[in-house]
Every structure is written in structure tokens, then in C-alpha cells.
């Protein structure tokens, strides 16, 4: 997991959308972000064309695929008849209307694909980036403030194993323990079998069973939420402290930091206004990119805990060779990453006065 | 009774290869209302000893002797005692004003913070003091800084910022670490004259440090030269500038620009700059640790710590040699 | 010059890997891990493919790790198992590290558009859920260990090239290359000979920082069965089985626990590196 601000190229595209206010600014990131979702289902389009591999059979039963009329008609309803660079061109032609295509695998519209299972995965992916953040932030801090003693040293250990450890393992061995073992957690899925979900208005089923004012369903939805979020957290808890930890260090080792020391403030002050603040310019951009990478990252978790999200959604995508499919998942992650972005961007300006007035 | 007055203080710090003295036994006083200038070469623990009077070490270091501050003992003191100490009674002003202020804070938190913190004053009363202070150190339109941030200034306003920080309590010492070094020279003639005039105005005590004797001669009343963590030589400025008695503040003098309308009379045209490099923390070597780049040195300087010959009230040198009479020995006064 | 020189080498000296106690660990847990990959058949108990025992036998003196589904004493998977991960991740790393440095190097020393385009190209990358592209193409590819690795050798690659494109600029800043370059030395001289010792320490470490992230992304992907195939002792496809059958606890527990120590200790050792850098290059390490 990785900084990377997709913002190198301000001067560059100063010609035509000059002017350093606010709205040029977001107008370029903008426009740039357009292009980065373009760029997102060409390179997904080129590299799934490139490799060898048969949707047709990936999709079709053994029987189906010996007969030459049904592979015929699967392909023109899907358009592979067609040379690939109009394939491509329909499709982005498609995508200007909002319209991504049918999925291979599930023979629906992929947009609506999405908008069932994206929901679920985002679900657990806030409450994991939640939890990332309050925990991420309060251990890289202790460690950073006790830095060689003790605390630092246990916190190290422990952020260093999180983010070793293979989520899908962690998955499993929590659920062993919590639902075999103890029987805390309630099981798979993100409801019992049989329950009614909410009526769907976000998709999320805490907070939809909130505004349905339905209690017990919130409660439900609550428990079989907890167990792969935390699992979902284990490994952004790792990154955040571990970042934490080194922009606080980079900030303490600062002119200013000495300073504000011999003023004789509090050491709390000191920390709190003088180190945290600038640290949090920093820390912002960890949580984004962790944001969209634990999208990514559910795939494996999803997977043991049977939960109906986008990785789920993604992996029977990738297995079906679902084109469509998988580049929706694709540009949803990508979106969210840019989305992401772009949000930390603009907290950068809001909150770093240096940007402001230079810029 | 000086304000203050230090006693074999000896400061070490743990490096990879073990326990290094940066300070080494030294004894010095600030007198009320005296500006002293402590000059040396990077690396001769002046900016250590500035820390350890704050209790601001690097937390690998650690200070043993003695530091008497208006009448009381504080190296001893709890992290709260010394919080109580700082920018309240002693206040600092760092190197670079680019990098001491806080980039993100304006102007009014970073002159007001400490003022409330200490003195329990109102927001309203702490900003009418930051204005007050803002014209002090001559900071056009106060009323606008108080709202900018820092890097609206130029690197001398920032400076005068950084020193209106400092009195904002008003301490009884003020210590500046090398205060003028990282700006341009015109700036600097600027800052020097603001120093001059805090002096005339306040009862302010002042300790300079720099490794530009230039910067001294106009400020200060006395001059301690430091080399490798101890001290060399001590005498009120206009004593150290025309007659300096240690081989490395001679070096020193000779090395300022036009020094020879200040030290022409003597024998000391050979001594044009200073050899070699000053020793590395954890290296120093033994005896005088100048020896290594001294034309003077005798075989008792390569082995036996120089002691300390007081050559009038005022005027103490560590040094057993006398450069101007090319001879071994004391030849007190000339 | 004499003092800077000296400084660096005693700074190196004190911040020398081996004086942390987690990169002591970490290698020391690699070298286990390579002794038992290199001597597998000699160590392990069993033929780790024999389904000679009975079915899920919990762990005991004669199965410490117990047996799987198909009767086959666990221990000895996992320590097969070795030889396929440590290997791969370790291919995987050196190919992207290749390709990635390949790409920056060529966007930093051509600069202008050449430069833009590649970076835009990285841009996108960026942007990519990794996992779902090397998913897809090892679905394409055919599952198999040699198209993971392959798969997700096209998702990693551009850290390196960010990496080497960033030190290759501020290369291009500095005296020698200018002074190469005055001296008359060819551009793709100048590229190797001058700036290959610069490149390679950061790369390396990046590398190493690495290693952990390709052993779970591999293991990851046999998870999926996208991987290793049966009968296959790879780590991923054995915690696979387990959850598969996850009231067998040790059928996941054991080859988990073996990524777990091989990542834990490839980011022991990677950090230490890093740790050893100067601090700017190791800025740039971790942005």
C-alpha cells in the first residue's frame, strides 16, 4: 500500500484550465480522474484480450459448448463476434450512457450486478477503515511517543504481523474460533438464512433496517457484520499504524517541534497541536488508498465467510473470464481509489494553510 | 548572585559505539542583564549546552553537574519543574526561522499558546499582548500577521517572529542559537540591531550562541570559546577581540574578514585559518583536544588536560602555552 | 569531504541490520525455512503426497500437524510446501522488480512525452485492484503456479518504476551525471555505468520490502484455486482444504501459520533494510 498522488501533472495542464482557485482545480482533478477510469477499462480490456482463454467455454456447460449453433448464439448476444477494437469501442460507446454491459456469468445487466453486491462489500469495508483508523492512529501514536521502549517495540511486533498475515488464513482461523469454538459470531452470510433483508433504499443493511426503523434486523445485520470487518481490518490497522508511527517520527524530529517544546507546553499540546496535525496530512492519504484496497482486498474474505459482495462477485467474474463483469469491478474499485484521491486532496488544501496561500 | 550560573556541567550522549561526551566540564555564569556570547565550531556542544539548560536533550543525551537559575538548582528538576521553566523564565530562539515555526499555525497560536499556558491569561488579553509584541520587534500591520502564517514572511520577519515568541512570557534569560546564521547578511544587521535594542529596553539577559565571533563583537559583553565539548577561553569581548590568548581563538579572529584591523599588532599572521577539521562527537582526543591542529602544541598538551589560568578577573584561558611569546609557560599579562 | 565520508560510513555501521534483534529473527526464520525447502525430502516424515493414513487424524507424536482429506500427513505438505513458495515469491519479486525498473528507467532518462505517457500508464495501474486483474488473468492464463506468478508479476511491476523513474530524476540533478555526460560518455552508457549503483540499493530494498506482500498474493491466489493445482503442496491451496473442512482446525491452522512466518520474516528483514537506508532514500521508499 502505497502514496501515490495522481496530481503530478498540475503544470502541465495549466493551459487550458488555468487558474490556481479552488473550482479549476477540482475541474482538472476531475478531468484527470475521467481519463483514469478510461485508462482503468482499456488496460483491463487489453490485458483480458491479450491472454489466451475462452470466455465461451469458461461459460457454457461441456454439452453446450460441443454445439457449434448454441456457441454461435452465445457469441452474438455477447457481441464476441465481433474483432475486439469494436468490441472495445461498443463498449465504452455503452459505458458514456451508463451502461456496462451484461455479465457472462450471471447473464444480468453488470450495473445491476453491482448495485447488489457492491453495497455489501462496502459495508464491511467502512466499519474495517473505521476501525483502522481509531486503532491505526491511537497504536502508531503510543508507539511513535515511546519510540524505542517498550510499547513501541510490542506495537511494532503486533502492526508488523498484521499486515503479515494472509487474510484469507485469518478468516478462517477467527472464524474456527468465534463461530465453532465460542460460538460469538453467528455464522456466514449477512443475515440468518431465511431473514428478510430491509427494504432497500443504501443497500447497507444496518443502515437500511435503521431507517426501516426495524431493530432486530440491525442487531442481526450488526453480528454477522462484526467478524469480517474486524478480519477485513486486521491488515489496514498494520499499514495505518506502521505510517503512523513514521510521519510522527519525521514531524517530532522537526525545528518547529523543538520549539514548541521550549515554550514549555504540555507534552499533550505539543502533540496534539504541533505533531498531529501536520502528521494527519500524511496519515489522510494512508487511509484513501487503504480505503480502495481493502475493496480489493474482501476478495479472499469474502470468500470465507460467504459474503455476497463485490469480491465474491469479482472472483466468479475472473473465473468465468466475465469481461464485463470484470471490468465494472474494476472501475468501481478504481473509482472509489480516485474518488479517494481526489477527497484527500481537497482535505490537503483545506487543511495545510502552506497550500493554500502559495497556491 | 548571577542569573545564572553553571558548574561542571558535562553533557553525554549514547551513540552506536557507546556513551560520548558532547560537554565536558564546563563552568560558566550569566550575569543580570549580561549578554554573553558562547562561540565555536559545529560540533563544540554549544547547542548542547543551550538544551540542557531548557531540560531539552535529545533523549539519548544526559546532563550531570550543576545549573543554579535565579537562585535555584535545575538540573535536577522534574519534566514539570522544567515545563514550568520554559519560554516562562527561559526562553529560546532556534537557528532557522524557516524551520522553527510551525508551518501550519498562525502567527497569534504560536505567540499566544505559551502566554496562556503560563500566565492563565485570557484569549483577548494573550492577543493584545501579541500585538504589543509584533511592534516591539517591528512587524508591519501586527493586526494582519496575527491571522497569516508563517510562510507569508520573509526569513528575517520570521525571525523577528520567532524572538516576539520568546519575550512573550518575558523570560529573564534568552538564549539565541546562532540567531542570525541562516539569514542573508543585510537581514542579519537588522535582527543584530533589534537584539541591541531589546537589550536598552528590557532587562533581559542574552546568551548568543554562534560560530561567528562577528556576530559577538557588537552584542555581547563577554566571550566564551568553546572547542570539542569544553572551554578554551573566556574574556569580556573587547579584551578577547585584541588580545585573545588561546591559539584557537587566534585562529578564530584570523579567520574573520578584515580581522587585521583588529589583530594586525601581533606575531599572529601565520595563524590565517585553522588546519584540518574539528573532532567528530565520540572522537575527541586526548589531552587538549586542540592539540591535533595547533602550532603551539608542547608534549603536555597530547596527554594531560590544560588547566586553567586565570589571567585577570575577567580574562581565563586553558592553555599552557603562550603563542605570542612562542614560549611554554605563564606569562600572565601583558 | 574527509568528515561526510566518515560520517556515513559510521552511521551505516550503527544502523547495520544486524544490530536489530527482528532482522536477526527474520533471517533467521529464512534460513529454517530454506534449510527445510532444500532438504524436504530427508526432513519430512512422509511422502507428502502418499495417502497412506487415515482421514483428518488430529495431531499427534505420529502426525504433528495430523492428516487432511485425502489421508496425507500435513507436516510433511507444509514442509514440501516451501519449495513452492519461497521460490515463486522470490521469482515473482525479481520479475516485477525487472519489468518496473525497466519502465522507469526508460520514463526517467527519456523524459517529456515518453516520460508522461509511461507514468499515466503507472497512474492507472495504481488505480487498479490488483487483485482483480491477476485473478482475471490467471483465470485466462489457466490455473497453475507459473500464470499466477505471471499474473501477478502485471500488477506489481509499477512501484519499481515510480521508484527508479524518481531516483533517476533526482540522478539527473546531480554533478556526476552532468559531468558524465560533459566528458562525452553515450546516454545509454551514461544510464548504466553511472547510475546502476545508485538504483540498485533502493530497488533492492524495495524488493525485499516486497517479497511478504508477492508470498500473500500468491498464496492468496491458490487460495482461489487460480494457483497451485492439486495434488500440489502449496501453502494457499492446503488453507484452501481447510476451509473447506473448517471444523478440522489444523487442516488451515499449520500451512497458514507457515505463510504467516515466511511473510512475517521477509518484512522483518525488509524494514531492517530500509531502516539502514539514509532517510531520505527511505522517505522514498515509504511514500
Known amino acids: 500500500m502505497r502514496t501515490k498522488p495522481i496530481s503530478e501533472e498540475k503544470s502541465q495542464r495549466k493551459r487550458f484550465l488555468s487558474g490556481n482557485g479552488f473550482v479549476p482545480f477540482i475541474l482538472r482533478r476531475l478531468l484527470t480522474s475521467i481519463l483514469l477510469v478510461f485508462g482503468v477499462t482499456f488496460i483491463s480490456f487489453s490485458i483480458t484480450q491479450l491472454v489466451p482463454g475462452d470466455p465461451v467455454a469458461a461459460n457454457l456447460g461441456q454439452s453446450a459448448y460441443s454445439n457449434p449453433e448454441i456457441v454461435a448464439a452465445f457469441k452474438k448476444q455477447f457481441g464476441l463476434d465481433r474483432p475486439v477494437p469494436v468490441q472495445y469501442v461498443k463498449y465504452v460507446a455503452k459505458l458514456m450512457h451508463g451502461d456496462l454491459g451484461v455479465s457472462l456469468s450471471s447473464k444480468r445487466p453488470v450495473l445491476e450486478d453491482l448495485k447488489e453486491y457492491f453495497p455489501a462489500t462496502l459495508e464491511i469495508a467502512l466499519v474495517a477503515v473505521f476501525l483502522a483508523l481509531v486503532v491505526g492512529l491511537l497504536l502508531g501514536i503510543i508507539s511513535a511517543v515511546t519510540r524505542d521502549r517498550l510499547p513501541d517495540q510490542i506495537i511494532r511486533v503486533f502492526s508488523l504481523t498484521g499486515v503479515s498475515m494472509p487474510a484469507f488464513w485469518t478468516a478462517l482461523t477467527a472464524f474456527y474460533l468465534f463461530f465453532f469454538v465460542l460460538g460469538w459470531a453467528p455464522g456466514t452470510g449477512r443475515l440468518a438464512p431465511g431473514a428478510d433483508p430491509p427494504p432497500t433504499v443504501t443497500g447497507l443493511y444496518t443502515v437500511d433496517s435503521l431507517i426501516a426503523g426495524d431493530f432486530s434486523t440491525f442487531r442481526q445485520a450488526v453480528s454477522y457484520l462484526l467478524l469480517p470487518a474486524i478480519v477485513l481490518a486486521i491488515y489496514a490497522i498494520g499499514v495505518l499504524t506502521r505510517f503512523t508511527r513514521a510521519s510522527m517520527l519525521e514531524i517530532l524530529g522537526n525545528d518547529y517541534v523543538r520549539a514548541a517544546r521550549a515554550k514549555g507546553l504540555s507534552e499533550f499540546t505539543v502533540i496534539r497541536r504541533h505533531v498531529l496535525r501536520p502528521a494527519l496530512l500524511s496519515i489522510i492519504t494512508v487511509a484513501g488508498v487503504a480505503f480502495s484496497s481493502l475493496l480489493a482486498g474482501s476478495v479472499l474474505v469474502e470468500n470465507v465467510f460467504s459474503w455476497p459482495g463485490l469480491g465474491q462477485y469479482a472472483y466468479r467474474a475472473a473465473v468465468g473470464l466475465d469481461l464485463p463483469g470484470i471490468m465494472g469491478v474494476s472501475m468501481v474499485v478504481a473509482t472509489v481509489y480516485i474518488t479517494m484521491n481526489l477527497i484527500v486532496d481537497i482535505l490537503y488544501r483545506v487543511i495545510d494553510p502552506q497550500m493554500r496561500d502559495v497556491s | ?334 | 569531504m574527509k568528515i561526510t565520508l566518515k560520517k556515513i560510513k559510521s552511521s551505516k555501521n550503527s544502523n547495520s541490520i544486524w544490530r536489530q534483534p527482528l532482522a536477526v529473527v527474520g533471517v533467521g526464520i529464512i534460513v529454517i525455512w530454506t534449510l527445510l525447502a532444500i532438504f524436504a525430502p530427508w526432513i519430512a516424515p512422509y511422502n507428502p503426497n502418499a495417502q497412506d493414513a487415515a482421514k483428518f487424524l488430529a495431531p499427534s507424536a505420529a502426525h504433528w500437524m495430523g492428516t487432511d482429506e485425502l489421508n496425507r500427513d500435513i507436516l510433511s505438505r507444509v514442509i514440501f510446501g516451501a519449495r513452492i513458495s519461497l521460490p515463486y515469491s522470490l521469482l515473482l519479486v525479481a520479475l516485477s522488480a525487472t519489468l518496473g525498473s525497466i519502465v522507469g528507467a526508460i520514463s526517467g532518462y527519456a523524459g517529456g512525452k515518453v516520460d508522461s505517457f509511461l507514468m499515466r500508464v503507472t497512474d492507472v495501474f495504481f488505480a487498479f485492484p490488483g487483485i482483480v486483474l491477476a485473478m482475471a488473468v490467471a483465470a485466462a492464463l489457466g490455473p497453475q503456479i507459473r500464470n499466477a506468478v505471471i499474473a501477478i508479476t502485471i500488477v506489481a511491476w509499477p512501484v519499481y518504476a515510480r521508484l527508479v523513474r524518481g531516483l533517476i530524476l533526482n540522478a539527473k540533478q546531480n554533478d556526476y551525471v552532468t559531468a558524465s555526460a560533459l566528458l562525452g560518455s553515450s546516454s545509454l552508457r551514461t544510464l548504466i555505468v553511472d547510475l546502476r549503483p545508485n538504483l540498485s540499493g533502493p530497488v533492492f530494498v524495495l524488493a525485499a520490502l516486497e517479497v511478504g506482500n508477492a508470498l500473500l498474493l500468491l498464496s492468496g491466489l491458490s487460495f482461489l484455486g487460480l494457483g497451485a493445482q492439486p495434488p500440489a503442496s502449496e501453502w494457499g491451496s492446503m488453507v484452501s482444504l481447510g476451509a473447506e473442512n473448517f471444523d478440522r482446525w489444523w487442516v488451515g491452522l499449520f500451512p497458514g501459520l507457515a505463510i504467516l512466518t515466511a511473510v512475517l520474516a521477509f518484512n522483518f528483514i525488509g524494514d531492517a533494510l530500509r531502516d539502514a537506508m539514509d532517510p531520505r532514500t527511505a522517505k522514498a521508499l515509504r511514500d
Open chain 2, 1 to 334: 548572585m548571577d542569573l545564572l550560573t553553571v558548574k561542571n556541567l558535562t553533557v553525554t550522549l549514547a551513540t552506536g559505539r557507546g556513551d560520548a561526551a558532547a560537554v565536558r566540564d564546563l563552568s560558566f555564569t550569566v550575569g543580570h542583564g549580561e549578554f554573553l556570547g558562547i562561540a565555536g565550531e559545529s560540533g563544540s556542544g554549544k547547542t548542547m549546552t543551550a538544551l540542557s539548560l531548557l531540560g531539552l536533550l535529545p533523549h539519548k543525551g544526559r546532563a550531570t553537574g550543576s545549573i543554579n537559575f535565579d537562585g535555584r538548582e535545575i538540573l535536577t528538576s522534574s519534566k514539570r519543574e522544567y515545563r514550568d521553566l520554559r519560554g516562562k523564565e527561559i526562553a529560546m530562539i532556534f537557528q532557522d526561522p524557516m524551520t522553527s515555526l510551525h508551518p501550519m499555525l498562525t502567527v497569534e497560536v504560536q505567540l499566544t499558546e505559551h502566554l496562556r499556558h503560563h500566565r492563565k491569561v485570557s484569549k483577548d488579553a494573550a492577543r493584545q499582548s501579541a500585538l504589543e509584541l509584533l511592534s516591539t520587534v517591528k512587524i508591519p500591520a501586527p493586526e494582519a500577521a496575527l491571522r497569516a502564517h508563517p510562510s507569508q514572511f520573509s526569513g528575517g520577519m520570521r525571525q523577528r517572529i520567532a524572538i516576539a515568541m520568546a519575550l512573550a512570557c518575558e523570560p529573564k534569560l534568552l538564549i539565541a542559537d546562532e540567531p542570525t546564521t541562516a539569514l542573508d547578511v543585510t537581514v542579519q544587521a537588522g535582527i543584530l540591531k533589534l537584539l541591541h535594542q531589546l537589550r536598552k529596553e528590557r532587562n533581559l539577559s542574552v546568551m548568543v550562541i554562534t560560530h561567528d565571533l562577528g556576530v559577538l563583537s557588537s552584542l555581547t559583553d563577554r566571550i566564551m570559546i568553546m572547542y570539542a565539548g569544553s572551554e578554551v577561553e573566556t574574556a569580556s569581548t573587547s579584551d578577547l577581540l585584541q588580545r585573545p590568548r588561546h591559539p584557537y581563538t587566534s585562529g578564530l579572529i584570523a579567520a574573520l574578514p578584515g580581522h587585521n584591523d583588529v589583530a594586525k599588532s601581533s606575531s599572529s599572521k601565520r595563524l590565517l585559518s585553522i588546519e584540518g577539521m574539528p573532532p567528530e562527537l565520540g572522537n575527541f582526543p586526548p589531552g587538549c583536544a586542540f592539540h591535533t591542529r595547533c602550532n603551539y602544541a608542547i608534549e603536555a598538551c597530547k596527554s594531560a588536560l590544560p588547566e586553567r589560568i586565570q589571567l585577570s578577573e575577567s580574562h581565563r584561558i586553558y592553555c599552557p602555552v603562550d603563542p605570542f611569546s612562542g614560549k611554554a609557560g605563564i606569562e600572565v599579562a601583558q
